[in-house]
């Protein structure tokens, strides 16, 4: 437990402390962001949208045993939007993102509202994937500040390498009309 989970109004003047060793070299958090290698990761959503990607090392990669039973060197910094914010009558959290997590393994526990500082208790909150149709169960569960809301950014890294496609929602069908077109081309070459 860190003083800023102890006395969360401490987050309006220090930062949250990172576990270096999940997050790529050269991250350091701020009041109200994470900084990779120079790169804001709040700009990196406006100039990108969300949601974003930023791959990197790890700091420490460990011993080539370790490295193919962890996924390597490589660590990817998911930066999604959240769109909905439910708080149910069974005391349940919920939050509706803009992108989905079935391609990554992402470390929850050192996920991270950015874009704002909050002096609010953090509690556990549902992460509801935001593709449409079938969505994985159970949805990760992760601890937030209890005032997130609407339009917020939360940075999460995960585990090896990750792109855009294995983020971004698929609308239902949309990757069935992707690969017949695909063998549609194929054959007529």
Do not use: Y
């Not at 509690?123 to 809301?149: C, F, K, Y």
């Amino acid at each position: 437990m860190t003083l800023t989970d102890i006395l969360p109004t401490m987050r309006l003047s220090i930062p949250s402390p990172i576990a270096v060793d999940a997050w790529p070299v050269h991250t350091h958090p701020t009041v109200s962001d994470v900084i990779v290698a120079g790169v804001s990761l709040i700009r990196l959503a406006e100039n990108s949208g969300t949601p974003a990607v930023l791959s990197g090392d790890l700091p420490r990669p460990g011993r080539p045993r370790e490295r193919g039973l962890t996924g390597g060197t490589d660590v990817t910094v998911l930066v999604f939007r959240i769109t909905l914010r439910v708080d149910t009558q069974e005391d349940k959290r919920i939050a509706l993102t803009d992108c989905t997590f079935d391609g990554v393994t992402a470390l929850w526990g050192e996920c991270r509202l950015i874009g704002r500082a909050s002096c609010s208790r953090s509690t556990r909150i549902e992460l509801i994937p935001g593709d449409v149709g079938d969505a994985s169960w159970p949805h990760p569960v992760a601890l937030l500040p209890s005032d997130l809301r609407e339009g917020d950014l939360v940075a999460v890294p995960c585990v090896g390498a990750a792109s855009l496609h294995d983020v971004r929602p698929q609308l239902r069908g949309e990757g069935v009309a992707a690969s017949v077109g695909r063998s549609t081309m194929s054959h007529e070459e």
